[in-house]
């Protein structure tokens, strides 16, 4: 682990890596939205731990500031520790501030910061080692590049592990991404349903599990590099998911010899000379460890067990767990659920006079990532009453805010989608967010099950849509399926024309708005629904059950057809 190894290919990953966490700061941190992210105090945040308030705006202006110069500082290693440590300290403080914007890329970045921090990258290809090249010998211990590559490995690897769920090799993660232009080239031998499950599911799967074992053997690097870099570039044109590809790029090379810089550079130049050799030779001789280094190795090897224990541990962190298994943000489990979010309803019920009000979600938030995850629904029902009460009944652009009560209940439903599934509810709708018993140890309570009952169906799923999409261009359906004594109200506007509801399992009862009508349907049945009213679809008997809407989207019609 202290072996001296040249520090030339570490310069250049610190580098790079400054470069594109000066960009990550700037526009995924949204660090030229401060304003838009931070200025409204009425907007909702999630810390990871409620004592944490949000800052001033002065306060947020300069924590970012501190995160550019940090990120420069490490770009130009320039008081490298100095500028490694502004940089992670204000990373980790603003990621930690809000949890809808967690995910495992801006960990990794968070992981890499904190490895760079502990190192000697500063040793080559910086200010500081032109500044004092006394002190800063082109050689750095073995452990910095270890750790580096143990990182990125465990990334690969842990996230190929996590691709053998069976919703993965069974093709229904990521669908229709054949149609993207990156996959022309496989259209000419594979129809678009091919390259989703060979291509995106089995080829993704064996990739993230063995590139890594590619990378490390220097007989398959090469070709290794060439296939990490091509996936990467794929994924960024793929996916919305910021500097992570390019970061990915970036540090692939840590993978080969540390020397390589300096041998590219000779093997340029036109005269004959020799790269020189850089390691002292006192450093080659075996010397006694030190209680440091003893305890730098301890160090190490707990950061690895973290890494690998961390993607495991849901069975522990229960309360931060919905239908999925793992961790939101540090689990590495990319790309294995796909979510399709349906309706989120936010329902406030005033104990003291019973009076009902429905509240747009998407107010004081900005983005609706937290409605799945039962932690941020308790802290933005929290939020949302302390909103309430501080306008309650006051004009506000344009808008009364009702007169409330001190007692007040908020309740949420959440319909959603989990890999192509049937969208049902994710939360007890009728469950008190206010008084929700929580703990990051204990399973959710009013979290209800993923129904594995539709699983049968979704073999059918697939054709039944295409065959409603075959009907028009602006056709389309969507599959609900709900829990035995629920029912769910829906509202149709006159946007919509032909507008049919299939009943494919179970059974229930369709009543109309203000209970004009009522009428039970089994599997099979169907019914043609009027528009422009509310109607309410109660699941009868002991089985969930499950249906269709079809219908065509007129105004989308005629917008197309130039009326």
């Given at each position: 682990?202290?072996?001296?190894?040249?520090?030339?290919?570490?310069?250049?990953?610190?580098?790079?890596?400054?470069?594109?966490?000066?960009?990550?700061?700037?526009?995924?941190?949204?660090?030229?939205?401060?304003?838009?992210?931070?200025?409204?105090?009425?907007?909702?945040?999630?810390?990871?731990?409620?004592?944490?308030?949000?800052?001033?705006?002065?306060?947020?202006?300069l924590?970012?500031?501190?995160?550019?110069?940090?990120?420069?500082?490490?770009?130009?290693?320039?008081?490298?520790?100095?500028s490694?440590f502004?940089?992670?300290?204000?990373?980790?403080?603003?990621?930690?501030?809000?949890?809808?914007?967690?995910?495992?890329?801006?960990?990794?970045?968070?992981?890499?910061?904190?490895?760079?921090?502990?190192?000697?990258?500063?040793?080559?290809?910086?200010?500081?080692?032109?500044l004092?090249?006394?002190?800063?010998?082109?050689t750095?211990?073995?452990?910095?590049?270890?750790?580096?590559?143990?990182?990125?490995?465990?990334?690969?690897?842990?996230?190929?592990?996590?691709?053998?769920?069976?919703?993965?090799?069974?093709?229904?993660?990521m669908?229709?991404?054949?149609?993207?232009?990156?996959?022309?080239?496989?259209?000419?031998?594979?129809?678009?349903e091919?390259?989703?499950?060979?291509?995106?599911?089995?080829v993704?799967?064996?990739?993230?599990?063995?590139?890594?074992?590619?990378?490390?053997?220097?007989?398959?690097?090469?070709?290794?590099?060439?296939?990490?870099?091509?996936?990467?570039?794929?994924?960024s044109?793929?996916?919305?998911?910021?500097?992570?590809?390019?970061?990915?790029?970036?540090?692939?090379?840590?993978?080969?010899?540390?020397?390589?810089?300096e041998?590219?550079?000779f093997?340029?130049?036109?005269?004959?000379?020799?790269?020189?050799?850089?390691?002292?030779?006192?450093?080659?001789?075996?010397?006694?460890?030190?209680?440091?280094?003893?305890?730098?190795?301890?160090?190490?090897?707990?950061?690895?067990?973290?890494?690998?224990?961390?993607?495991?541990?849901?069975?522990?962190?229960?309360g931060?767990?919905?239908?999925?298994?793992?961790?939101?943000?540090?689990?590495?489990?990319?790309?294995?659920?796909?979510?399709?979010?349906?309706?989120?309803?936010?329902?406030?019920?005033?104990?003291?006079?019973?009076?009902?009000?429905?509240?747009?979600?998407?107010?004081?938030?900005?983005n609706?990532?937290?409605?799945?995850h039962?932690?941020m629904?308790?802290?933005?029902?929290?939020?949302?009453?302390?909103?309430?009460?501080?306008?309650?009944?006051t004009?506000?652009?344009?808008?009364?805010w009702?007169?409330?009560?001190?007692?007040?209940?908020?309740?949420?439903?959440?319909?959603?989608?989990?890999?192509?599934?049937?969208?049902?509810?994710?939360f007890?709708?009728?469950?008190?967010?206010?008084?929700?018993?929580?703990?990051?140890?204990?399973?959710?309570?009013?979290?209800?099950?993923?129904?594995?009952?539709?699983?049968?169906?979704?073999?059918?799923?697939?054709?039944?849509?295409?065959?409603?999409?075959?009907?028009s261009?602006?056709?389309?359906?969507?599959?609900?399926?709900?829990?035995?004594?629920?029912?769910?109200?829906?509202?149709l506007?006159?946007?919509?024309?032909?507008?049919?509801?299939?009943?494919?399992?179970?059974?229930?009862?369709?009543?109309?708005?203000?209970?004009?009508?009522?009428?039970?349907?089994?599997?099979?049945?169907?019914?043609?629904?009027p528009?422009?009213?509310?109607?309410?679809?109660?699941?009868?008997?002991?089985?969930p059950?499950?249906?269709?809407?079809?219908f065509?989207?007129?105004?989308?019609e005629?917008?197309?057809?130039?009326?």
């Open positions: 682990m202290y072996q001296p190894r040249h520090a030339s290919s570490l310069g250049i990953i610190r580098i790079l890596f400054g470069m594109l966490m000066i960009i990550d700061t700037l526009f995924e941190r949204s660090g030229l939205e401060i304003i838009y992210r931070w200025g409204d105090n009425q907007d909702c945040h999630f810390p990871l731990f409620p004592q944490m308030q949000i800052p001033s705006f002065f306060t947020l202006a924590i970012y500031g501190t995160m550019i110069a940090g990120a420069v500082g490490i770009a130009l290693g320039y008081k490298f520790r100095y490694t502004m940089y992670a300290s204000c990373y980790w403080y603003l990621l930690l501030l809000d949890k809808t914007y967690w995910n495992n890329h801006s960990y990794l970045f968070g992981l890499v910061s904190i490895i760079l921090l502990g190192s000697s990258a500063n040793a080559t290809y910086s200010i500081d080692s032109l004092d090249s006394a002190e800063h010998e082109k750095v211990p073995f452990w910095n590049y270890f750790i580096l590559r143990f990182q990125f490995f465990i990334l690969y690897f842990i996230a190929g592990l996590k691709k053998t769920d069976i919703e993965w090799l069974s093709g229904y993660a669908l229709d991404l054949g149609h993207h232009w990156v996959f022309e080239p496989f259209k000419f031998i594979l129809s678009t091919k390259i989703d499950f060979f291509v995106i599911h089995l993704g799967f064996l990739l993230d599990l063995t590139i890594g074992f590619w990378l490390i053997s220097p007989v398959t690097r090469c070709y290794a590099m060439v296939f990490s870099t091509m996936f990467h570039i794929m994924n044109r793929l996916f919305s998911i910021g500097m992570f590809p390019y970061v990915c790029i970036a540090t692939t090379p840590i993978f080969c010899k540390d020397d390589w810089p041998q590219l550079y093997l340029i130049r036109s005269e004959n000379c020799k790269n020189q050799d850089i390691y002292p030779q006192d450093s080659l001789k075996e010397k006694r460890i030190t209680v440091k280094q003893r305890f730098l190795a301890f160090l190490l090897l707990t950061y690895c067990g973290i890494q690998f224990f961390l993607p495991y541990s849901h069975e522990i962190t229960k931060y767990t919905n239908w999925t298994k793992g961790l939101y943000g540090y689990s590495w489990d990319m790309m294995i659920h796909s979510w399709n979010s349906g309706l989120v309803v936010l329902r406030v019920l005033d104990n003291a006079n019973g009076e009902e009000y429905f509240i747009d979600p998407d107010v004081w938030t900005q609706q990532r937290w409605s799945k039962a932690d629904c308790v802290q933005y029902a929290q939020c949302l009453k302390n909103n309430l009460m501080k306008l309650n009944g004009f506000s652009s344009n808008k009364h009702p007169v409330l009560s001190n007692n007040i209940s908020i309740y949420i439903d959440v319909w959603c989608s989990l890999n192509k599934r049937f969208q049902q509810r994710m007890d709708p009728y469950y008190d967010l206010l008084t929700a018993k929580w703990s990051p140890f204990e399973k959710v309570e009013w979290l209800l099950p993923l129904m594995t009952e539709s699983d049968e169906f979704r073999s059918q799923l697939q054709s039944l849509e295409d065959h409603v999409y075959s009907w261009n602006y056709s389309d359906v969507l599959f609900v399926a709900d829990f035995p004594g629920m029912y769910l109200e829906n509202y506007t006159d946007d919509l024309v032909n507008v049919t509801l299939t009943i494919l399992g179970g059974e229930v009862i369709y009543e109309t708005e203000l209970q004009a009508m009522s009428i039970k349907l089994t599997t099979g049945s169907n019914y043609v629904i528009t422009n009213k509310f109607h309410k679809i109660y699941t009868n008997g002991i089985k059950s499950f249906y269709m809407y079809t065509v989207n007129q105004t989308l005629k917008l197309g057809n130039g009326a």
